[in-house]
């Protein structure tokens, strides 16, 4: 929220007693605008590739896949986490791979949708490399992924944590 409006609300509530029926109509016109600019900001939904489902538009490269079939099916070409670490509800993941140069590349993060029933739950995820190059040199590159499909997935087991096991490395997520 504002902080000027934070700041004055105070000062707001002393002369709202003063002359009651005018400012109320002021404060909550201010509290109302406040409200709606704070519950709009950071949240733009934007329409899935099909136009099916909205979701939350993010800064992240990628969406996480959570799709049984794609996880077992997905290509499995070669690749070695290097790094990973959360920032907000994206995933960035480094990795390495062989190729010439990565351009070509088709990186999906998949979950295969079902976890493990413990505390925080837990669900496997695997890192899929679609690699066409046929040079031998190691290229390192850095992909994000949005969590929020896993959120979305796994908000009902009452919990905020959840620990990913991707491609045999593990990180917590905290939503």
Partial sequence: MNKFVLMNIPALISVMRKNSL?????FAILLISAVVTVGCSGTILTSDKNGEEPRVA???DKDVIVDATEF????NDHVVI???KIVGNCLKIKFSASGCDGSSWNVELIGWGNYDKSYPPQTTLRLSLDSKEDCLAVITKEVSFNLEPLVEYFRLHG???LDLNISGKGILFEY
């Avoid at 005018?22 to 002021?26: L, Q």
């Avoid at 077992?72 to 290509?75: G, I, L, T």
């Fill in 22 to 26: 005018e400012y109320a109509k002021y």
């Fill in 159 to 161: 919990t905020n944590k």
């Fill in 72 to 75: 077992e099916n997905a290509p």
């Fill in 58 to 60: 993010s800064n992240c």
């Fill in 82 to 84: 290097i790094d990973m």
